[in-house]
């Protein structure tokens, strides 16, 4: 069995449980949770899995040294001391990015300068020659952490941010990021088991995200490289069967509606989920949330509504106090998670949330609130046998550095200050053990990139058809085999989730 090496991968603050979760299930080792990332253990085939399947990770980095340093001239010669010609020759170029916490490094920009700076230099004494520097296109990227006088030193295996799926052609005012919205879907716990709503839908991210869970296809499908297949050791027949392996793909057998009040809206979600392949499993439309009425198929509901930050709305908490009572009147024996930011809001929903989640968004340190709907009073629903918190739930909730003691969430409309404490959730270290599951290798290891020409949900052999290469490019636009047979929107479902006059 191939060596097993250390990986990091990256995320959002908030998402570190969730991306622990999927890295276990995807078979890492050792792994434990930290803040903003996840560190395991893995080969190079587990490497490329990370960044081809994983719905929660920025970005995964394969360290290749750890030192301490307390100048910029420590950092250049820890660096140079490094062979850079197991991993750069004279014809590649370089690209080294920073993230600094630390009272000694005050610029990352400066620390990257000297990364590259002690690079060159070494191979300038042995050559007399110098690798160069593309910011915009390196063959290799570098990563450099420093937090105090800690540095980690790393290849970046992802390249462009992962949260760049691919398939977003268009975008409306502040979208929410496809890892962010992967996340929110992931710890609703929903795996495509009833229908899925958006209301407030935007440029649709989490209707796609959803059908990606729903069928368990990775996001990493759309994408046209990863900085991995740069390296010197790239084993592209690896890849090639990772990419090409649809075997544990599923079937969705509900459906995902989404809506938004915003024609031009509805008009890029619909664009973004044609790119992407799901019009069978996706229906958008335009309308108003308060005409929302009660589905008659069971359904999850995750909604992003305006938090009056970079998106507002004219009456922000009269919206608010509309989101609670269509979920009272019109979405009963269901389960409705709310994202947003500020208090206020949530006190206009007037509902009380069965679990908090402190999630950001951006660098708003916003609420994840699951309201879980249900007729008659409280005692009668329990009666029942029913439950508002699980045990996992309660324990979370319980925990006592949940929130910040002073948090911007506590800041009110007008400007002034709750004096009400909460607590920061404490990003404890938690190491996870793990069983590595042998999946069924099953298929043969194809040569090229045959796995999918985005063709309809047919039939396996329509999906198994030889596509273009994915480095060439698609036009999502244009591309014939989209998934075809998407469902016609002029056509209702019998659970009509708005009142239509059609």
């Known amino acids: ?16 449980p969730v991306l622990a979760q999927e890295l276990t299930q995807l078979g890492a080792n050792n792994v434990e949770i930290g803040r903003r990332m996840v560190s395991f253990t893995g080969n190079k085939e587990l490497m490329y899995r990370a960044n081809f399947q994983l719905h929660t990770a920025i970005r995964i980095l394969k360290p290749i040294k750890h030192f301490k340093a307390k100048s910029a001239d420590d950092v250049y010669e820890e660096v140079k001391k490094i062979d850079w010609s197991q991993y750069l020759d004279l014809k590649k170029c370089f690209a080294v990015d920073s993230v600094v916490f630390s009272e000694e490094f005050r610029h990352s920009k400066f620390v990257s300068y000297k990364v590259k700076d002690a690079i060159v230099d070494q191979f300038r004494e042995k050559t007399g020659q110098r690798p ?18 800690k540095c980690t030193l790393s290849l970046d295996s992802s390249g462009e941010s992962l949260h760049r799926r691919g398939y977003r052609q268009e975008s409306v005012e502040a979208p929410l990021n ?16 009833t229908d899925f709503i958006d209301p407030m839908c935007g440029s649709g991210t989490l209707l796609i995200e959803a059908a990606l869970i729903a069928h368990n296809m990775a996001p990493g499908l759309f994408r046209k490289e990863f900085a991995f297949e740069k390296w010197p050791d790239f084993d592209s027949e ?13 079937e969705f057998n509900h459906h995902i509606y989404g809506y938004d009040i915003d024609m031009a ?3 890029t979600a619909r664009l973004n989920m044609k790119a992407a392949g799901l019009t069978k499993d996706i229906t958008i439309e335009q309308a108003d949330f308060k005409d929302f009425r009660q589905p008659q198929e069971k359904a999850l509901l995750v909604v992003n509504p305006p938090y009056g930050e970079r998106i507002s709305t004219p009456d922000l908490l009269g919206t608010y106090k509309m989101i609670g009572e269509v979920l009272k009147h019109q979405f ?7 994202l947003s930011y500020r208090r206020e809001c949530f006190d206009q929903i007037g509902l009380k949330p069965s679990i908090k989640i402190p999630l950001y968004n951006g660098s708003l340190e916003c609420e ?3 309201y879980q709907m249900f007729e008659g009073k409280l005692k009668e629903y329990r009666s029942e046998g029913n439950i508002l918190k699980t045990e996992e739930e309660k324990r979370a909730m319980s925990e006592k550095h949940r929130f910040k003691k002073i948090r911007e969430f506590k800041k009110s409309l007008d400007g002034s200050d709750d004096d009400e404490e909460d607590d920061i959730r404490s990003f404890q270290f938690h190491k996870f053990s793990l069983d590595r599951k042998q999946g069924d290798k099953r298929g043969d290891r194809r040569s090229g990139r045959d796995r999918r020409e985005f063709g309809g949900r047919d039939s396996r052999d329509d999906r198994r058809g030889k596509r273009d290469d994915r480095r060439g490019g698609r036009d999502f636009k244009s591309d014939k085999g989209a998934r075809k047979g998407g469902r016609d929107f002029g056509k209702k479902r019998n659970a009509k989730n708005f009142n239509d006059e059609d």
């Open 1 to 16: 069995m191939e060596q097993e090496f250390e990986l990091i991968a990256k995320t959002f603050m908030g998402l570190e």
């Open 132 to 149: 160069n520097i593309s910011v915009a296109n390196p063959d290799i990227r570098l990563n450099m952490h420093i937090a105090e006088d």
């Open 178 to 193: 496809e890892v962010l919205a992967a996340g929110m879907i992931l710890m609703t716990g929903w795996k495509g088991d």
């Open 238 to 250: 690896l890849f090639d069967t990772i990419y090409n392996d649809d075997s544990q793909e599923r």
């Open 265 to 267: 809206a509805v008009n």
């Open 332 to 338: 009963k024996n269901n389960d409705a998670w709310v």
């Open 368 to 370: 994840f609130r699951k």
